[in-house]
């Protein structure tokens, strides 16, 4: 069970911020627990999927081991998550593209097969983490046949996944507000824990 790919799915890893509640540090490659946040992720999705993409815009050959395939944004100076996005759908070799940010080490195979088994009910639309009010769309599942509306949107000026996704008619899995399986270590004090 815990060894089989998730059908007709490629991840994404985002790992493409600028990192400033660190100090400008490459937030994946930051050590938690004795090993980069990006290497907790990694081996939590590696089995569940043939293929891995990561999105970076630095540090390409420390991250090289943690994909199968490195993608960076088109646009310089950091554009946001969003800009990951667009290059996964575009690159995505499957149906379906799950999107993960780099910081969240704790997000659990369980969860995900969760998450991929809602969003393949649907074909058409994305589907994203909820807690509470709060729209995650850096936990969520894309179809790939919607990179074209995606690209519109860039195109029109949209850099929010939020709103793009919503716009998409995104669907909810709704979880607990405090699930420490969401947890993203944004700060050096949340390194602590
Ligand atoms: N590809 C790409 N990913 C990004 C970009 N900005 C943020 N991300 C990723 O999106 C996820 C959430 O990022 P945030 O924590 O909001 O931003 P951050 O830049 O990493 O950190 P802060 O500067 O402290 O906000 C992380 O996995 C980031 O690596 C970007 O410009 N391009």
């Known amino acids: 069970m815990s060894n089989r790919l998730l059908p007709?799915?490629?991840?994404?890893?985002?790992?493409?911020?600028?990192?400033?509640?660190?100090?400008?540090?490459?937030?994946?490659?930051?050590?938690w627990h004795g090993r980069p946040l990006i290497a907790w992720v990694h081996e939590t999705v590696r089995a569940l999927t043939d293929d891995l993409?990561?999105?970076?815009?630095?540090?390409?050959?420390?991250?090289?081991?943690?994909?199968?395939?490195l993608l960076s944004d088109e646009e310089p100076d950091y554009p946001g998550p969003l800009a990951g996005i667009r290059a996964g759908l575009a690159a995505a070799h499957h149906d379906w593209l799950m999107v993960l940010p780099c910081d969240?080490?704790?997000?659990?195979?369980l969860l995900l097969r969760s998450l991929h088994a809602i969003a393949t009910q649907d074909?058409?639309?994305?589907?994203?983490?909820?807690?509470?009010?709060?729209?995650?769309?850096?936990?969520?599942m894309i179809p790939t046949?919607?990179?074209?509306?995606?690209?519109?949107?860039?195109?029109?000026?949209?850099?929010?996944?939020?709103?793009?996704?919503l716009a998409l008619g995104s669907r909810a899995l709704d979880l607990a507000e405090d699930d420490p399986r969401l947890a993203n270590l944004n700060t050096p004090e949340l390194l602590e824990r």
Request: charged share 20%; with cysteine.
């Open 8 to 31: 007709a799915c490629s991840i994404l890893l985002l790992a493409g911020g600028r990192g400033r509640r660190m100090g400008g540090q490459d937030k994946g490659l930051i050590e």
């Open 123 to 140: 074909r058409l639309h994305p589907l994203m983490v909820r807690r509470s009010a709060q729209w995650e769309p850096l936990f969520s």
């Open 104 to 109: 969240a080490p704790m997000i659990d195979a």
């Open 145 to 165: 046949h919607l990179a074209a509306r995606l690209e519109a949107a860039w195109q029109a000026g949209a850099r929010s996944p939020r709103q793009v996704l």
């Open 53 to 69: 993409l990561l999105s970076c815009n630095r540090n390409q050959t420390a991250y090289a081991p943690y994909a199968d395939r």
